[in-house]
């Protein structure tokens, strides 16, 4: 059910009960309406705010987490391209096409992110590699370096491609 019915239905119920509320305490005897029945429902709705304002942050405290997680998440994984990416620049010219690829596999991997709430779309997709990540590790594995800088760069741009991926596949799966 949308927010806007549920909001609907939650105003439906608090001014139909006010209503009653009204129209009952023109029926109620005089001795239900003394100070200290006023004193004990007063107490008893001072009891019923602390808990809802409580309810409430816990709620706002708990999205704010969330945020954060998905903020932070996203903020590393862009750190983790940008770094790839400069990697296969400093390897050579004949990374072109990982570079390609990995720019096309970016949305996909934006895509995952945001869909991890979509519970069908996280159960089907939480491990599954796309195509182009499958075609971006083979060529990126598959790269025969000449030099030795171009050995230490292949090291490390396995080392990334690993890291970035270990860090999708744990942050991606479906929360229950």
Same mark, same amino acid.
């Given at each position: 059910?949308?927010?806007?019915?549920?909001?609907?239905?939650?105003?439906?119920?608090?001014?139909? &009960? %006010?209503?009653?509320? !009204?129209?009952?305490?023109?029926?109620?005897?005089?001795?239900?309406?003394?100070?200290?029945?006023?004193?004990?429902?007063?107490?008893?709705? $001072?009891?019923?705010?602390?808990?809802?304002?409580?309810?409430?942050?816990?709620?706002?405290?708990?999205?704010?987490?969330?945020?954060? &997680?998905?903020?932070?998440?996203?903020?590393?994984?862009?750190?983790?391209?940008?770094?790839?990416?400069?990697?296969?620049?400093?390897?050579?010219? +004949?990374?072109?096409?990982?570079?390609?690829?990995?720019? #096309? $596999?970016?949305? =996909?991997?934006?895509?995952? !992110?945001?869909?991890?709430?979509?519970?069908?779309?996280? %159960?089907?997709?939480?491990? &599954?590699?796309?195509?182009?990540? +499958?075609?971006?590790?083979? #060529?990126?594995?598959?790269?025969?370096?000449?030099?030795?800088?171009? #050995?230490?760069?292949? %090291?490390?741009?396995?080392?990334?491609?690993?890291?970035?991926? #270990?860090?999708? =596949?744990?942050?991606?799966?479906?929360?229950?």
């Amino acid at each position: 059910m949308s927010a806007l019915g549920l909001s609907a239905i939650a105003f439906a119920c608090i001014f139909g &009960a %006010t209503l009653s509320a !009204i129209y009952l305490r023109g029926t109620l005897p005089e001795r239900h309406l003394n100070a200290d029945s006023k004193d004990a429902i007063r107490l008893s709705m $001072g009891i019923i705010g602390t808990m809802a304002a409580l309810v409430l942050g816990l709620l706002i405290a708990s999205a704010k987490g969330s945020y954060d &997680a998905k903020t932070n998440q996203i903020r590393q994984l862009t750190v983790n391209i940008i770094v790839l990416d400069q990697l296969l620049a400093q390897y050579g010219p +004949e990374t072109r096409t990982l570079r390609e690829l990995l720019r #096309r $596999g970016t949305a =996909s991997m934006v895509d995952k !992110i945001w869909s991890e709430r979509d519970l069908a779309t996280a %159960t089907t997709t939480a491990f &599954a590699m796309s195509a182009d990540a +499958e075609a971006f590790l083979a #060529r990126a594995e598959g790269l025969v370096p000449t030099t030795d800088v171009q #050995r230490s760069i292949r %090291t490390r741009i396995i080392a990334s491609i690993t890291a970035s991926m #270990r860090s999708i =596949s744990t942050k991606t799966t479906p929360e229950h």
